[in-house]
């Protein structure tokens, strides 16, 4: 049973690029969240999907989105890149009517350079 | 405001000497606990969901407890395995299904 898969692993872009990190859930698993880590820190709430919308959004600005696909893979895009964006971005991946239990992927890398 | 807060920052054991870590938590509504582990540079790791006071769950040299402000991880007889940070994250009414973390406390397990 696969867990959570996420790509690419590591990647570098610079300022006001655009990027597009992927996804895909545990088997079984209707929910997708994402997290932004930053070194030292816990991860912090971007915006969670579920039925291909956007049930709840975290404080961060517009030059974040994302989306989510019917087969429950998502994508999170981040638009006009600031050194600040660099981190470790987490996709979670849970039942919208389970436990409340999120299972996490090995994350993203992202450098802005 | 709703904060969860973790202590300490970092703690460093000698193998098999036992020590708690500590999770705070001011929020409305208490839905679910969590702990996870996270080695450097990878995803956190699910250990335990912890729903209401008084509650312990186990696992290995594990053992979570929750009370109404506060949750604590006993690491019993530690080996250099255990050595990661330790998060716990909080789910509230308010905050819908998803997760408020604290900071994490990194733990170094010497052998």
């Known amino acids: 049973d696969a867990g959570v898969t996420q790509s690419p692993t590591h990647l570098i872009k610079t300022r006001g690029q655009q990027v597009t990190l992927r996804c895909s859930p545990k088997s079984g698993h209707d929910t997708v969240s994402w997290y932004q880590q930053a070194l030292g820190q816990g991860p912090q709430f971007i915006f969670q999907?579920?039925?291909?919308?956007?049930?709840q959004r975290g404080n961060f600005p517009d030059r974040f989105s994302g989306h989510q696909f019917p087969n429950y893979s998502s994508e999170l895009n981040v638009n006009a890149l600031l050194l600040g964006d660099s981190a470790l971005y987490l996709c979670a991946s849970s039942l919208w009517r389970g436990g409340g239990e999120q299972f996490f992927g090995p994350g993203t890398r992202l450098t802005v350079l | 405001e709703d904060q969860v807060t973790q202590s300490p920052e970092a703690l460093r054991l000698q193998e098999g000497e036992s020590s708690s870590l500590n999770c705070s938590y001011t929020v409305s509504g208490l839905r679910g606990l969590f702990w996870y582990r996270q080695d450097p540079g990878k995803g956190p790791e699910f250990l335990f969901t912890l729903y209401s006071a008084g509650e312990e769950k186990e696992k290995e040299r594990l053992k979570a407890t929750l009370t109404k402000k506060e949750s604590f991880l006993h690491i019993t007889a530690p080996k250099p395995e255990d050595s990661a940070t330790y998060l716990c994250a909080v789910q509230a009414e308010n905050y819908g299904q998803n997760f408020v973390f604290g900071p994490g406390t990194r733990l170094s397990v010497l052998p």
């Open positions: 999907y579920y039925e291909e919308e956007e049930r």
